[in-house]
Nanobody, 117 residues
Framework: QVHLVESGGGLVQAGGSLRLSCAASGSIFSINVMGWYRQAPGKPRELVATISNSGNTNYVDSVNGRFTISRDNAKNTVYLQMNSLKPEDTAVYLC???????????WGQGTSVTVSS
């Protein structure tokens, strides 16, 4: 089992920045990939960014160049640095972790981000 706890959400003006954190505990040795999704009201959940154990990163086009995902293995924490925020970035941001053995997907409870225009 992997337990994920997000923090760092809040209210920010357009153009501002926020840094989200996701602390992992439990069977962290089994984690292969971690990432961030977001879900805005009335919209489907959207993958924002992922980072593998080897440090490879991927981003959805809409955040490329503005968001940066990183991980601190010593702290078992993944970060999402969000710069140049736009109102359309408003959503609940959820941390996720994928394990291979066993094959599983874990989710945090989410942290809310609101960007005002």
């Amino acid at each position: 089992q992997v337990h994920l706890v997000e923090s760092g959400g809040g209210l920010v003006q357009a153009g501002g920045s926020l840094r989200l954190s996701c602390a992992a505990s439990g069977s962290i040795f089994s984690i292969n990939v971690m990432g961030w999704y977001r879900q805005a009201p009335g919209k489907p959940r959207e993958l924002v960014a992922t980072i593998s154990n080897s440090g490879n990163t991927n981003y959805v086009d809409s955040v490329n160049g503005r968001f940066t995902i990183s991980r601190d293995n010593a702290k078992n924490t993944v970060y999402l640095q969000m710069n140049s925020l736009k109102p359309e970035d408003t959503a609940v941001y959820l941390c996720t972790a994928y394990t291979l053995r066993p094959l599983a997907n874990y989710w945090g409870q989410g942290t809310s981000v609101t960007v005002s225009s």
